[in-house]
């Protein structure tokens, strides 16, 4: 009798419970909600490409049956955004580091990549910084080079997530002779990958310095036509800054104003170089701000005023730029980690940019700042499930005090485990399940001997 | 015939060849020694603690024999010099990141050593830091906390090299309660300690803020009696500088040259409130730096001129500070990118602090700052045989153009599988040989308990 009704009771809670693909559950989760939920002993149920529930683990298994990944010793974070980009060089990394910019562009980077990069530059690139991200738990990129249907399709097949521009730049690229060609690509991009749910197609102006006004206009009517981002360069240095006041008598960010370019959803990378009134007008028109701290720090640009823009509540996101020069990996727990001491050390400041805002920056403000945050950036019912779980349990990162100060100033991009995007797992136990490492990495090492083949010859 | 030929052949080269306790070799080796020789399949003979030979692989296999350690993927450099740490902290790990230094100390930091240091906390935090600094590629550490005698046995234990000196400061330490008590203690550690291969015992004055005249004088007295350096913390803040230029009408750097504190070796760590005049100072009286750039960001006390020290011919090592507030962690890698991006951010130069100039402070120059560039440092034949193998086939470390601008920029701390102290493996395919991990780590967890209980209770 009493053995009957366990079991109905049991029958009645497995047929109470809802299904789920996947129930994720490990000793914490950092959500990045709206409240910013902490939750102990906490789990996540999956279905399909999305988060069903977020809470308690007893909860969630009481209230779902699925596939179950525990980590006992391990937090999970919504999957980490790098809002600014160039993957295919991963293939230059560090090919000229410690140099000044002019010499770095044009004994370097541009003749590197007049003599290599093609499709399949780019497809391998691609690849390599695809296998890199994914493995330090970044699950959305944002990017702009050239040959961006290659770096799609590259993305697709890794699984992650991007907002892919091609570059619209005013002198001759890898793939495109004018801004003109590099337009009518772009619209063909967009079209094919507009309904995509892993792909955001985007129109990526370069910068004021390289792409002319009309170029700037076509591409930002070309965003709004199908409703897609606009990414560039803003105010990066210094010069760049002294050139736009001497030549148009404005700013660089007065000037893209004027332009219209802010007229629709659009990201801005670097913006260093800005003043009060540059900062007013990037927060009338809602820009999202890419902050690259590695790559400003390593090309000397200057350190962006983030604790000013996060006060003025622009959506601020971190990026890694390209690795050829200005950074040389894709690791956005270092760029967090980074971002942080920067702010404290240039406003005087230790409690400038706190762990908790540098996370903020790498999640969900980050898809703020990609126009995102309805479907990614932190763990919540309804959003697309993009995941990491990190280990605690390792040398460097134990004792445990406060989670987000772990997170952001002790724990390492190597200590990802387990990664998933749109409700399917890349990465687990520290392995990638879609993209063949070995293979990836004796490409990479072909395409350096041949990268540095071809600047020997001069 | 032939047979008998090729046999004769082989015994002799076996005769001729000098017997090594091993012969480790690998792709690359960064060497740092004088003529920062870069060998591509090189190797290094090893017998008992000392470094035999240093060259391409096939010389030295035809050399010597022994046992042998190739990584064919990999770089073999010196181990790193970690020229500042308290690593007792490690069990206060981010216990109160991102506040201002008076709430930290008094809050937190004070109020948790008073209530939780004791041997048995000490002799854990120095396991936890040794296992973390031994997987991360470093072998030798500056030090100053208190219970150094406890320090000394588990850093003994762990395998690792240590310049290790008692806390002299003017008020009631956990150990000893006058500067008297500790300088005494200090004395009978130096005896114990001063032949010890492993261990240099030193002298640790706090700080002018901290620490009065008469004790520096008696450390300094005490430290010149037996040959043993002086460690001190050195114009860190703005505001220390300040107080000193108030009280004393001097700055920090010329009150203790006053007091007679550079009369023999000296490092002094932080720096970073200088001018040209204690530069001087600094550069006549031979003092080693230790440059905290993460400390120094993260408690927002600055940037130090490191860029001037190296080019006035300073010896600036690195140092990670301790990890409950300064530092989350005991990670020279980071140290070593860190520095580098500072000093270019700040001076507006991306040439300035190279990749090979950050390794050489993370080598060569943190042993001259320590007085020990005569036995560590570099891979040169006679010095101890103090090694790292560093791995080269992870995605974010592919492809290679530079060496030294991958050690710093793009190789991480948990690229290093393999580290020597001394001639003996204390890290071998990313296992800890002399200490055991899973207990620290339980340990370290309890101890993160119970300090978080302690604070509990206010």
């Known amino acids: 009798m009493r053995r009957i009704f366990a079991l109905s009771f049991v029958s009645l809670a497995l047929f109470g419970a809802e299904p789920a693909d996947w129930i994720v559950s490990a000793h914490w989760v950092l959500t990045m909600d709206r409240d910013r939920r902490v939750l102990e002993d906490g789990a996540v149920a999956i279905r399909g490409a999305r988060i069903l529930a977020v809470g308690s683990r007893s909860q969630i298994e009481a209230s779902y049956r699925g596939r179950k990944l525990h980590r006992a010793n391990s937090l999970l974070a919504p999957g980490l955004v790098n809002t600014h980009t160039h993957v295919p060089m991963s293939l230059m990394r560090g090919l000229a580091d410690d140099r000044r910019l002019r010499e770095w562009l044009e004994d370097y980077i541009f003749p590197a990549e007049a003599r290599n990069v093609d499709a399949e530059f780019v497809r391998w690139g691609t690849r390599l910084a695809c296998l890199e991200m994914m493995l330090g738990g970044t699950t959305t990129f944002a990017e702009m080079y050239y040959f961006e249907d290659v770096i799609a399709e590259a993305t697709r097949e890794a699984g992650l997530r991007g907002v892919l521009g091609e570059t619209i730049i005013g002198f001759p690229a890898p793939d495109f002779k004018t801004p003109e060609a590099a337009l009518a690509f772009n619209e063909e991009f967009i079209r094919r990958y507009r309904n995509d749910p892993w792909i955001v197609p985007a129109v990526a102006p370069h910068s004021h310095e390289t792409t002319p006004e009309a170029a700037y206009r076509a591409a930002r009517s070309l965003a709004n036509r199908y409703g897609v981002p606009l990414m560039t360069h803003l105010a990066e240095t210094r010069q760049g800054r002294e050139e736009a006041l001497k030549r148009y008598g404005m700013s660089p960010v007065r000037l ?21 009134e540059d900062l007013a007008i990037l927060q009338r028109r809602g820009v999202g701000i890419a902050h690259c701290p590695s790559s400003n720090a390593k090309l000397a640009s200057g350190v962006a005023p983030v604790t000013r823009m996060l006060a003025l509540g622009l959506a601020v996101g971190l990026g890694t730029d390209g690795p050829a020069g200005s950074n040389n990996d894709f690791n956005l727990f270092e760029e967090m980690d980074l971002a942080a001491k920067l702010q404290k050390v240039t406003t005087g400041d230790p409690q400038a940019l706190s762990a908790r805002q540098a996370l903020e920056m790498a999640t969900i403000l980050g898809a703020r700042a990609l126009g995102l945050e309805d479907r990614i950036g932190s763990l919540e019912p309804g959003k697309y499930a993009d995941l990491i779980a990190v280990r605690l349990d390792r040398a460097h990162a134990v004792p445990l005090y406060d989670l987000y100060s772990q997170m952001v100033y002790a724990l390492k991009a190597s200590d990802v485990t387990d990664v998933m ?30 990268v540095r083949a071809s600047l020997a010859q001069r």
């Open 256 to 276: 893209l104003d004027a332009w219209g370019v802010f007229q629709g959803r659009t990201l801005a990378a670097h913006v260093v170089w800005v003043d009060e």
């Open 421 to 450: 995007v749109h409700g399917r797992w890349l990465v687990r136990d520290g392995r990638p399940l879609t993209l063949d490492a070995r293979r990836i990495l004796s490409k990479a090492e072909e395409y350096g001997r041949r």
